[in-house]
């Protein structure tokens, strides 16, 4: 009778029944899971955050944890929008709606080809996919106050 049974359950090398879960499902926990512990890392460390207002939060190749929020028209989301939505559209093709995952996509997945210390926080640029360039100004607590596309250039899209 080999390895089967008549049960119709798929076994593992250990014989414990395998359990299917969707690899998107697993993926959201995952996110969810990260996401609660860098929450949790922000709180511990008595930085000031809104989470209500929390559009992202993860980590970058420096290990820094960041996040974006709303904001304001000086900061934040709202400052993203106002201020960079047509470059956005122009340099990557990203709707207004699609740009914080594009963000974070980009800080979560991208390698920093520059860091600059700042008397605020910091200026680091972000390449992603061999060609793509994210421009960021992150406070020391992790804020992005603003994010832009970059040329491989060197000038501002």
Do not use: C
């Given at each position: 009778?080999g390895?089967?049974?008549n049960?119709k359950q798929?076994?593992g090398?250990?014989?414990?029944?395998q359990?299917?879960l969707?690899?998107?499902?697993?993926?959201?926990k995952?996110?969810?899971?990260?996401?609660s512990?860098?929450?949790?890392e922000?709180?511990?460390?008595?930085?000031?955050?809104?989470?209500?207002?929390m559009k992202?939060i993860?980590?970058?190749?420096?290990?820094?944890?960041?996040?974006l929020e709303?904001g304001?028209?000086?900061?934040?989301?709202?400052?993203i929008i106002?201020?960079?939505a047509?470059?956005?559209k122009?340099a990557?093709?990203?709707?207004v709606?699609?740009?914080?995952?594009?963000?974070?996509?980009?800080?979560?997945?991208?390698?920093?080809v520059?860091?600059i210390?700042?008397?605020?926080?910091?200026?680091?640029v972000?390449?992603?996919?061999?060609k793509?360039?994210?421009?960021t100004?992150?406070?020391?607590?992790g804020?992005?106050?603003?994010?832009f596309?970059?040329?491989a250039?060197g000038?501002?899209?």
């Amino acid at each position: 009778m080999g390895r089967y049974s008549n049960s119709k359950q798929a076994h593992g090398t250990s014989g414990a029944p395998q359990i299917s879960l969707s690899q998107s499902n697993l993926s959201s926990k995952v996110n969810e899971l990260s996401e609660s512990l860098l929450i949790k890392e922000l709180t511990d460390n008595g930085i000031k955050f809104n989470e209500d207002e929390m559009k992202f939060i993860t980590k970058d190749k420096s290990g820094q944890t960041v996040w974006l929020e709303t904001g304001t028209s000086a900061a934040g989301l709202k400052h993203i929008i106002e201020h960079h939505a047509d470059d956005y559209k122009n340099a990557f093709g990203i709707s207004v709606n699609d740009i914080p995952p594009y963000i974070n996509k980009v800080i979560k997945n991208g390698e920093i080809v520059k860091s600059i210390d700042n008397k605020k926080g910091y200026t680091k640029v972000y390449k992603y996919d061999s060609k793509y360039y994210l421009v960021t100004g992150i406070g020391y607590n992790g804020f992005i106050v603003s994010a832009f596309p970059y040329n491989a250039k060197g000038g501002k899209i």
